[in-house]
């Protein structure tokens, strides 16, 4: 938008402000003003100077003239602002109150030879001269109010400067994020420059296991199956084990003579049990007459207790009933006194179910304990499952273990047994209830 405020630098020629005098008459050879009703104004006629102006006015400028500016190519000349009429003493009337150099006589002047140049421009141009060009605005739009130096180009321009200064500019957040992107690539790169210097490390050396191989003491080469359908065992061509049977209950009523004499050399019997459900304690009903027909027999005899115990209080009650029992008969035992603890496989719901390996190791100690401190030697009983489940290496490592495994030819278990339950589908003579489930045994001798 131009400026509109009337200053003698930017007010039209031929407008005089309020209470202005006439403005005087332009040099001859000027063009007339327009008259203010909007009438063009004919050119003013020449007319000779007289010899007092002449020598009076300054010699013509031989500056060149500015021609106004003009649409190329569109055939539409811009006008130039006409010119007030010379006054009658030759010179150009000026707005009141106007400095008298404001406009030089030169650009008068050049006003006027343009003036009649775009007159005969448009006689040449005809009707072309009066429009723009199809789709083209006129650049007439460019001219403003203020001066024979077409602002409006000047004002055009400069809003072409904003806008390519405004396209060019940059978010201030998008130089950030672009200094953030550099400076994390510069240490991306630092780091795996580093890596890449950096000497490869050395693979670990492979780590070696330090549990020590277990290694059975007998050498199952010795093993061999003796004239009596029992194992045996030899250390230097000498028989180093005995032969044994163990029962209960459930073997019923043993000819313990016809047991001798097929080659069986001792006898474990079962003493007493807990219940599982109940947990009551209770003394097997054969225990008397195997442990008085075994000993009077001549076979060595040993006991064992089925326990059920969940508590090492009831294993200390449970050795205790088995030392009580052993005291009232007079008989020597010669084989140790067994833990036998089991879990119970029938279906049925039993009081050891939810047992600790650690609870059931304290109730083993808890046994042999009780019973190694009334002179006796205790045991403990059990297959590869079941004493996988004790701390034989540590609180029972001084007890001695009785292992059961059925069907092999030398046992697989790596422990370190003093007697080994080898069958429970054994046949032997005076087990006539039991024929074909005889548990059978060898004891080893020497190690």
């Given at each position: 938008?131009?400026?509109t ?9 031929g407008?005089?402000?309020a209470?202005?005098?006439?403005p ?12 203010q ?27 060149p ?27 150009a009337?000026k ?7 404001s ?13 009649a ?18 789709g ?16 409006g ?5 400069s ?37 890449a ?8 050396p ?18 061999v ?18 032969a ?13 003579a ?12 079962r003493l ?13 009903p054969?225990?008397?007459a ?13 006991v ?13 009650e ?9 005291g ?15 879990p ?12 600790t ?16 401190a ?16 004790l ?20 046992p ?14 054994g ?7 039991t ?13």
């Amino acid at each position: 938008m131009s400026d509109t405020s009337q200053t003698p630098e930017n007010t039209p020629y031929g407008t005089s402000p309020a209470g202005s005098p006439t403005p005087e008459p332009r040099e001859a050879g000027q063009i007339a003003r327009p008259a203010q009703d909007g009438t063009p104004a004919t050119p003013a006629q020449p007319t000779a100077p007289t010899q007092s102006a002449a020598s009076t006015q300054p010699a013509p400028s031989t500056r060149p003239a500015t021609p106004a500016p003009s649409d190329a190519g569109t055939g539409t000349a811009t006008p130039v602002r006409p010119l007030t009429p010379a006054s009658p003493g030759g010179k150009a009337a000026k707005p009141a109150g106007a400095d008298p150099k404001s406009v030089p006589a030169w650009m008068a002047q050049a006003a006027a030879q343009a003036q009649a140049r775009q007159t005969s421009e448009r006689g040449a141009a005809g009707t072309q001269g009066q429009t723009s060009q199809a789709g083209r605005p006129s650049r007439r739009r460019h001219m403003v109010d203020g001066g024979g130096s077409a602002p409006g180009l000047h004002t055009t321009r400069s809003a072409a400067v904003e806008q390519a200064k405004r396209k060019v500019g940059v978010p201030m957040w998008l130089i950030l994020a672009a200094i953030a992107a550099i400076v994390i690539l510069l240490v991306a790169f630092i780091i795996v420059a580093v890596r890449a210097c950096s000497p490869a490390p050395e693979p670990e050396p492979a780590v070696t296991p330090t549990t020590q191989q277990w290694t059975s003491p007998y050498d199952w080469e010795n093993l061999v199956t003796l004239d009596n359908g029992y194992l045996g065992y030899y250390v230097d061509g000498q028989l180093a084990s005995e032969a044994g049977v163990d029962v209960s209950e459930h073997d019923g009523t043993i000819d313990w003579a016809a047991v001798k004499a097929s080659g069986i050399d001792f006898a474990m019997i079962r003493l007493g049990y807990r219940g599982y459900s109940q947990g009551s304690i209770n003394l097997d009903p054969y225990f008397l007459a195997n442990i008085e027909g075994a000993s009077q027999a001549g076979l060595k005899v040993g006991v064992y207790f089925f326990s059920q115990a969940i508590s090492e209080d009831e294993a200390r009650e449970e050795a205790q009933f088995v030392l009580n029992t052993l005291g009232s008969l007079n008989v020597t035992l010669s084989y140790p006194i067994a833990f036998d603890q089991e879990p119970i496989t029938n279906g049925d719901v039993a009081r050891t179910d939810n047992l600790t390996d650690a609870q059931l190791t304290a109730n083993a100690v808890a046994f042999c304990q009780e019973i190694e401190a009334a002179g006796y030697q205790p045991m403990v009983y059990g297959n590869q499952h079941d004493l996988g489940r004790l701390d034989l290496s540590g609180a029972l490592s001084s007890y001695e273990v009785w292992y059961a495994e059925y069907g092999v030819s030398e046992p697989t278990g790596k422990v370190n047994f003093a007697m080994w339950q080898y069958t429970a589908s054994g046949t032997v003579p005076g087990m006539d209830n039991t024929q074909g489930q005889a548990d059978i045994n060898i004891r080893f001798l020497a190690e």
